[in-house]
């Protein structure tokens, strides 16, 4: 879609451009570099000496590839674009950043230059810890399910550190929003040894201190067979849907007492 009106003559397109708050290089057709906003320079200031390059003003004529660990490979990438490209990048293993290549083209669709932008610019250390963080995040996956119920799906193989990472994460959500009870699910785990029985042990004697109910669903015999005398101490349900029964079943018996009180 075109785009309509027309800026206001007193404003430059340039000046629009570094306004903008994101990293903007303008490059021409043979992909060098020829305009940065100030954004972009200050980034640049701190990284062309990972290039071996000595000073801001020996980026313009530069080509595009100087910055590319396969010089050939980004130029077949270019030499094929004519949409926007899209891409994350790692900058000399020190920064990683999202870049975002669009085509500057005339109405009858000949590409004049690029401007490529750099978004979310970050160490990679920042970035090693945001994924650490989502799979830690992603491997005690906790859902609301019901009035005051969550449900903990325990998925593949469980380690020591998601065990502890449970039973931290159960602990918190349980008392910060007011959970009476908490469903454990078995049916999704790779195995059940010593340490996942350890671990469920600890979070059910957790939860029955706070006076919450922990329940357990998913349970198969190979578990059943293993569980022991644990089992026995823990309340076990064959379902989810059985358990979410029995949930809705007590909570409605206990609104009907402390009404009649």
């Not at 800026?7 to 708050?21: F, K, Q, R, T, V």
């Not at 195995?191 to 922990?214: A, R």
Request: proline share 3%.
């Amino acid at each position: 879609m075109a785009s309509i009106g027309k800026l206001p003559e007193n404003i430059s397109l340039l000046h629009a451009l570094d306004s903008i708050g994101e990293n903007i290089i303008v490059a021409d057709v043979n992909y060098n570099i020829a305009w940065m906003n100030s954004h972009a320079t200050e980034l640049f200031s701190k990284v062309i000496t990972l290039f071996d390059i000595p000073d801001l003003q020996d980026l313009l004529g530069l080509n595009m590839g100087r910055f590319h660990r396969d010089p050939n490979y980004q130029k077949k990438i270019m030499d094929e674009l004519t949409e926007v490209h899209r891409a994350r990048i790692n900058i000399r293993n020190r920064l990683v950043a999202d870049i975002v290549i669009t085509p500057i083209k005339t109405e009858a669709e000949k590409i004049e230059g690029y401007i490529v932008m750099l978004l979310d610019v970050t160490t990679k250390a920042e970035e090693e810890k945001k994924k650490d963080n989502l799979i830690k995040g992603l491997s005690v996956p906790i859902m609301y399910i019901w009035e005051k119920t969550i449900a903990l799906p325990l998925i593949g193989d469980f380690t020591q550190e998601r065990g502890e990472s449970m039973i931290s994460s159960v602990l918190k959500e349980s008392s910060s929003n007011d959970i009476d009870y908490v469903l454990v699910s078995l049916g999704g785990l790779n195995k059940f040894d010593d340490g996942v029985q350890s671990s469920i042990k600890t979070l059910n004697d957790c939860l029955q201190l706070m006076g919450i109910e922990c329940i357990l669903v998913g349970i198969t015999p190979k578990i059943a067979m293993t569980f022991g005398e644990n089992n026995k101490q823990m309340r076990t349900i064959s379902t989810s849907h059985e358990a979410l029964k029995y949930i809705i079943k007590k909570q409605s018996r206990e609104t009907d007492i402390a009404k009649s009180t």
